[in-house]
């Protein structure tokens, strides 16, 4: 009875027990066969049939070059001998220089002396700045080169030998950093994004001798060289076997074409021959007929060519110019509407449903501000007023961009107003009721109109009605500019002019410059300019205006025993900026990056930095607007900073402004300096006072043709002052350094707080 009610109660659980058991068996026997003799012939019989791959069967098959066995990385630990020195590691200045990586596609484009200044720059200026790199080969360079072309002269118009040197140069200078080289003659036009894609897909492993394919003269052989007038590719692999043998086919082969010369050479050495399709891609081209009109092609293959020849003018090069890129603008807004109708289709499978789908389709969702302090505040503009101003002014007249911008709204506006309502209705535009705008930086420049329209219907009746438009300016065409390789790492020179008005803040700078540099041992040098009028410098034998300065420098010397401060001595009525640098730049290599400050600059770490970075030899200068305080006495008045504002005052901006009207503090090389002021020494015979009139803003903006790199410097804080202006400089000059003290008294509610104080003090 027991035995019956306890098997009652393990019935419903017998069959997990009787799989669990069977499982264990099973696993057991399993085991017993995996540990048998590793030496069976069963297991020999599957090795020899090549199921099973060994070790040794796996280094033979690498070494036969099969290569199916999957690499095993084998870790090998670092330990460091303290016994040997330590040795630099170098690195490359770019990732893709130590990944190997190369650029895809380089363009050289065979012209002569006669077509240099016209087919030439028609190319140029059509789509030599869509490819990386382009050149212009010629065999003798014309009197005047064309500004914005790399030319390269081989000295010899010989077709042939144009063709050897400009292979042989490809091969020699850039053979190493691209993967495809286009050779095309200055007739053709090019299409660069085809181009670019074409070459995108091709494998640049492989020798490749892409183009229009023609028969040679003759026409017995099945080989094909590629017609020069519609360019050919050649794949970096290839022109590294073809080097070689450049030499013995100018000897031997004869041919008055240079794309047969080179058709030749490849496939007598190489066995190789032109083809127009490789891996699926088709190399497309056009032949443009004689007195043919670009505007009249609509061909499908006029309209999907790489490229088109003969090209006879350059005013049917630009004309082809503007018939691609239209036809490449109405493709663009093809593919846009295509995929604005998928996200509307497949809005319905999303969680949100059509609800989820923003306006414009595609464009980012609107900017959402987790607090309030994120808010985008919307300006208000009429058509001849903004209410939103720089200087904080209540409402000031619209003007310049910001009028051009609006008028450019409101005509699209109505223009795609009767573009949704004809023919039904036709609106004009009497007058601009509100305009709203505000900038995402998610998506770009969002617009509220409120119009006046008047509509009129097909019968002639016309109505005045008003109607709310919302448009949206997109962010688009970002673009990557390559900047030349900085670091930070590079010594500043520090240049700071003193005169005798300026000796007592030079205490400031001092302290400031120790604690940010020296204690921190970063790597810049400081020279003073101490600047003495005629009448001190008469007297420096016996009473030297600046000793005070000298001892505090002495002491920086004595405290800190390897470093060393020099100072240079001048004497001018003028203290022009322009003569003052002349004279510091012959003193110092042409390498040396100066920072020309003033002895209210407050230097720092983060601003050198910036300094580095921004100033680059041969491309860039930089000139930061300093972020200048307010006077104490009209901020602050009776009261004194509370030690709250004063801590925050060490970690951010005090109260105070960006200084647009100085042009003191300068980041920029030595080198670019010489070559600006070389360019500049030409006017200075007709007008001698050219110097007093101009600061080296002036001469960069004017004779260095750099970027001239101007924006506001947070980490660079001067506190109030109020500088003296030397009439003696030019207007221009005299008049920003009126302005800077006059705004750098305080703000408009300052002011405004202190002129109403003062008015209640008056009317008591």
């Not at 994004?193 to 003269?217: K, N, P, W």
């Not at 900085?486 to 300026?502: C, M």
């Not at 240079?568 to 322009?578: A, D, G, L």
Request: glycine share 6%.
């Amino acid at each position: 009875m027991r035995l019956s009610s306890f098997l009652a109660v393990f019935r419903p659980a017998l069959p997990l027990i009787l799989g669990l058991s069977l499982g264990c068996s099973l696993s057991l026997l399993m085991v017993s066969w995996t540990q048998g003799d590793s030496d069976d012939s069963c297991g020999d019989e599957l090795g020899k049939g090549g199921l099973f791959l060994g070790r040794g069967d796996a280094q033979k098959d690498s070494r036969d070059g099969a290569g199916e066995e999957d690499f095993q990385p084998r870790v090998v630990p670092y330990h460091k001998d303290p016994n040997k020195p330590h040795k630099k590691v170098l690195r490359t200045r770019y990732i893709h220089t130590e990944l190997g990586i190369r650029e895809r596609l380089l363009v050289g484009v065979l012209t002569s002396r006669a077509t240099l200044n016209t087919l030439a720059v028609a190319v140029n200026r059509t789509v030599a700045h869509h490819f990386h790199r382009t050149f212009f080969f010629t065999g003798l360079r014309s009197p005047k080169v064309p500004h914005g072309m790399t030319v390269v002269a081989h000295g010899d118009d010989r077709p042939v030998w144009l063709m050897y040197e400009t292979v042989r140069h490809l091969h020699q200078h850039y053979g190493s950093d691209y993967d495809w080289f286009l050779l095309a003659q200055d007739d053709t036009y090019m299409q660069a994004d085809r181009l670019s894609e074409l070459v995108g897909h091709l494998s640049a492993g492989q020798d490749l001798y892409m183009g229009r394919a023609e028969e040679f003269i003759g026409g017995e052989e099945k080989a094909r060289y590629c017609h020069g007038g519609y360019g050919y590719l050649l794949s970096r692999s290839l022109l590294a076997r073809l080097q070689p043998h450049l030499d013995t086919c100018r000897n031997d082969i004869l041919s008055v074409r240079p794309d047969e010369w080179l058709g030749r050479c490849i496939i007598d050495y190489l066995g190789l021959s032109c083809v127009e399709v490789h891996q699926e891609m088709t190399y497309r081209y056009f032949e443009l007929g004689k007195n043919a009109d670009p505007e009249r092609e609509d061909s499908v293959q006029f309209k999907n060519a790489f490229t088109v020849h003969p090209v006879s003018e350059p005013n049917l090069m630009y004309r082809l110019h503007k018939r691609f890129s239209k036809i490449e603008l109405e493709q663009t807004y093809q593919q846009i509407q295509q995929l604005q109708m998928q996200i509307n289709n497949l809005s319905d499978l999303t969680p949100e449903g059509k609800a989820g789908v923003t306006w414009p389709i595609g464009i980012n969702p609107p900017f959402k501000p987790r607090t309030r302090f994120e808010v985008i505040n919307w300006e208000y503009f009429t058509e001849e007023h903004i209410y939103s101003c720089v200087d904080s002014s209540p409402k000031c007249e619209m003007r310049g961009a910001d009028r051009a911008d609006v008028n450019a709204v409101l005509e699209i506006a109505v223009e795609r107003l009767n573009e949704r309502y004809q023919p039904q209705l036709r609106f004009r535009k009497r007058r601009l009721l509100n305009g709203y705008r505000r900038f995402d930086p998610t998506r770009g420049m969002e617009y509220v109109l409120d119009l006046a329209l008047e509509a009129y219907t097909q019968k002639g009746h016309s109505q005045v009605i008003a109607k709310r438009v919302n448009l949206l300016r997109p962010l688009s065409a970002v673009e990557i500019i390559p900047m030349p390789y900085v670091t930070e790492a590079t010594r500043v020179q520090v240049i700071l002019p003193v005169t005798a008005q300026d000796q007592d803040f030079v205490g400031n700078f001092l302290d400031m410059y120790v604690m940010n540099t020296l204690d921190t041992h970063d790597n810049v040098l400081l020279t003073f300019l101490f600047i003495y009028d005629p009448f001190d410098a008469q007297r420096v034998s016996q009473t030297d205006v600046f000793a005070g300065v000298k001892a505090m420098i002495g002491e920086v010397e004595k405290r800190y025993g390897d470093v060393k401060i020099p100072w240079i001595s001048v004497k001018t009525e003028v203290p022009s900026q322009v003569k003052l640098m002349d004279i510091i730049s012959k003193k110092h290599p042409v390498d040396t990056l100066f920072f020309l400050a003033s002895v209210w600059t407050e230097v720092n770490a983060d601003f050198l930095n910036r300094c580095r970075m921004n100033a680059i030899s041969n491309w860039q200068v930089f000139f930061p607007i300093h972020f200048q305080e307010y006077s104490p006495a009209v901020v602050y008045r009776d009261q004194q900073p509370s030690a709250a504002s004063s801590s925050f005052a060490s970690e951010s901006l005090r109260d105070g402004h960006f200084d647009r009207h100085v042009f003191e503090e300068a980041c920029f090389y030595n080198a670019d300096y010489m070559t600006a002021r070389t360019k500049m020494a030409a006017d200075i015979l007709d007008n001698e006072e050219l110097l007093e009139s101009m600061d080296v803003y002036d001469i960069f903006v004017r004779y260095s043709g750099l970027h001239v790199f101007r924006a506001v410097e947070p980490a660079l804080i001067q506190k109030y002052v109020r500088r003296t202006c030397n009439p003696r400089f030019s207007e221009d000059i005299y008049h920003r350094c009126v302005l800077s003290n006059l705004e750098g008294l305080g703000s408009r509610s300052h002011l405004a707080m202190a002129l109403f104080e003062q008015e209640q003090a008056n009317s008591t």
